[in-house]
């Protein structure tokens, strides 16, 4: 159904920003709850933030509140992962998906991932 490809991703020090973007490609996603979701080798996927469908409720994982900022804009069909203040344990793949907001779950294929690596 919806084909996302993630991108921002890249090599920062420690306290540095990134910002990631999830853009549609086929069709849209505004009519469903977005999430972020990031993976470090040997450990879990993990959920990082999630968005509702309108843009008015956010959520975040604890480790990542106060630093991380989920948004989206309705009419670019595009969903953003503002990274500040990042830590060496951010390094990870991030990836985007259609979410059931309320259980915080992917509901959908996984994009390619974008690459994020936090130096010290």
């Known amino acids: 159904q919806v084909q996302l490809v993630e991108s921002g991703g890249g090599l920062v020090q420690a306290g540095g920003s990134l910002r990631l973007s999830c853009a549609a490609s086929?069709?849209?996603?505004?009519?469903?709850?977005m999430g972020w979701f990031r993976q470090a080798p040997g450990k879990e996927r993990e959920f990082v933030a999630g968005?509702?469908?309108?843009?008015?409720?956010?959520r975040h994982t604890d480790s990542v509140k106060g630093r991380f900022m989920i948004s989206r804009d309705i009419s670019k069909n595009t969903v953003y992962l503002q990274m500040n203040s990042l830590k060496p344990e951010d390094t990870a793949v991030y990836y985007c998906?259609?979410?059931?907001?309320?259980?915080?779950?992917?509901?959908?294929?996984w994009g390619q991932g974008t690459q994020v690596t936090v130096s010290s």
């Open positions: 086929g069709r849209t996603f505004s009519n469903y709850a």
């Open positions: 968005i509702s469908v309108s843009g008015e409720n956010t």
């Open positions: 998906a259609r979410i059931n907001y309320i259980l915080g779950t992917p509901s959908g294929s």
